[in-house]
């Protein structure tokens, strides 16, 4: 097994076979941000490596891109790049090769504990589009709203629903939530009134990044529409029940919504989750041509959620799923989404929409877990929760299972703080 | 009266009354991208006026805003620098000012024939948001879908529907439209098919450019709201009618809309709708009090729309509508869409949905004014329409009546290509 001279726990998320990028700052001193990869407890700052003139892979860049404030950059530079400096950041730490390992003064400066910089968000997000592609999830809401016999909807089977985000309200891990204000409509109330949300909620997803964009007018085909994925983040889509369900008639969720989007600050490359490429859900009338492949396009990929109220000690685990439980694969939302012409850039987030399992613990969200309010949450603090209150810090963790090893996501991590009024 | 040395047709949209902004490129010579104003048939490059220290108001900023490939430098100076800028161009083109009027060497550099450019976008948008402020064209489409009794959802009255538009698929005007492939389901269909949309529609609307943003979590106070503003443009929110209907439920529209979108090349100043400015629709109920505001808020801007197809030596005018007739302000679509804590950004864009007058000739979209296909357009060239067909150029043009002087914004228009299958 491939094995690092830093020190890494088996149950790390960072380990010389994960590697993913991010955009750091450190916490002293007062620097720029940088991008650097996760290994076991540490940065790897790649603009440090960079200047000592190790990174050659990316050498030929016409900027000096590790000292960029998002991936972007690197992102364009395309599949080839992406492959050759993974490669040699992978072999710069490796056990058995002497450059870096060997090197103290260049280890110091370019090895930064994690506790010592601050994660900022690690890609300029363009545009921001959220699908609707867990079946468990649909049927559930479905069920609770519009009951069992029309859970899903005519379309649900045939296409990946989705619909276009917000962008500007996308928000590192460790950024507090603050309460959103709007307006509901109690079905018991005569008119709508204004104020803070009750039903705070929130929703485990899985974003891919583009890395690789295409023109508009020019639909990716399904064959081709792995290769624009650069990799994948763990997105908490926070939500507001009682705005969504008096505002979304009939253009969908807005307000709802756009209020902030976390997103984990570790972009874990496709190439990393390689190994825990598995077959997706059977699909069920067969889709159209343009959405139709064979072979695994899903990946297996543990999902946890875990919630901390101001009075617990521990964070208390609320939900466990799997990735491979999406219906609609990554590829086939590329493909759906860019089959009018629509073009997407390099930064662009596809969220997945909220992840359920068919079990009642691999639930994504409150209003599944809960079954909208009839179920509360008990929680070993002895509170109990139908939504997210204030002081509630809500953590989504997210890992693959290797032999000895984890590929992981860290954490998409926010704490509700009270509303403005 | 203002007038400037620059001969100005009175049918003119760009007196030096209006003096919008846009970004062009020299047809020859192929230089790089930069900032201008219209005036009559020139447009006046601010760029070789800063070369020439001819703009104070703008000296102080960082970087050379006029030639940056877009507006939103300039934009970002805030308020006080637009007011300062408007007015020093202003009097830079006044026919009582010897200063560019008596310099022929710099006015044969700084004015450029308008048929020698190529219009780009002038903002980079980073997101895009859509109402649905027009109370006739929302009435009118629920008449078709759901009957006269249930025409306006419940919500419509209380706020101004809105969603998340693709910021990535936004051209300027001339941009060739290519009909977009997708799904649909007619009634009578057993299973849905893909293939070329057969139910292409334009949508007549006004886009509203934010200026000044606000802060994630810090919504913007209605008596605030317009001062975020920068100015307006044209838009046509293309849209494949037949997409939509079968994908948009539960979520909203997706594909139907995000294959391109397309705007005006010139941004009026929200100082050059001043003289306009007058009240907009009674709101009954009245709103919130966050969406409350007295006085007027809306603008006289008469809008058209014109079709040619490649049959006709002409354009022919299919619809007359005006700004006036939205329901929502401006002012009320940024105070309810911040009011959840949602951050604009300076270049973000605000589309106002389409735009339908009381009147049979002013509905803002083929869906309306072939009453979902029931009542064809009959054109001059003894063609009929219910959708847009291959080599249709639709165009949309707006502006206000001054006394002897238009205000206008130029057009936006679009030809549309076969479909790539």
Known sequence: MLRS??????????????????????????????????????????????????????E??????????????????????????REEIQSLLANDNPKLRDNAELRARALVPRTDVDMLLPVEIGDYT??????????????????KDNALMPNWLHLPVGYHGRASSIVVSGTDIRRPLGQRKPPEAAAPMFGPSRELD????????????????????????????????????????????????????????????????????????????????????????????????????QLEVYLKSESMQQPERISAGNFRHLYWSMAQQIAHHTSSGCNLRVGDMLGSGTISGPRKESRGCMLELTWRGTEPLRLGSREQRVWLEDGDQLTLSGWCQGDGYRVGFGEATGRILPSSL
């Open 5 to 58: 001279f830093i020190e890494v726990a088996p149950d790390s998320h960072f380990p010389i076979q994960n590697l993913p990028y991010g955009v750091f700052r450190p916490r002293t001193g007062g620097g720029q941000p940088k991008i650097g990869v996760a290994i076991g407890n540490y940065v790897l700052d790649l603009a440090v490596l960079e200047e000592a003139g190790y990174l050659k892979s990316t």
């Open 60 to 85: 030929a860049a016409p900027i000096r891109i590790w000292s960029e404030p998002s991936l972007n950059a690197f992102m364009a530079l395309g599949r080839t790049v992406w492959k050759a400096a």
């Open 130 to 147: 959220d699908f609707y592609a867990s079946r468990d999830h649909a049927a559930n809401v479905g069920t609770m709203f519009r009951g």
């Open 202 to 301: 929130f929703e485990l997803e899985v974003g891919c990044l583009i890395g690789k964009g295409n023109e508009l007018g020019c639909p990716v085909p399904i064959t081709h529409a792995e290769e624009h994925i650069f990799g994948l983040v763990l997105v908490n889509d926070w939500s507001a029940r009682d705005i969504q369900s008096w505002e979304y008639q009939p253009l969908g969720p807005f307000l709802a919504k756009n209020f902030a989007t976390s997103i984990s600050p570790w972009v874990v490359p496709l190439a990393a989750l390689e190994p825990f490429r598995i077959s997706g859900e059977i699909q069920e009338p067969q889709p159209l041509p343009y959405l139709r492949h064979n072979g695994p396009h899903s990946f297996d990929i």
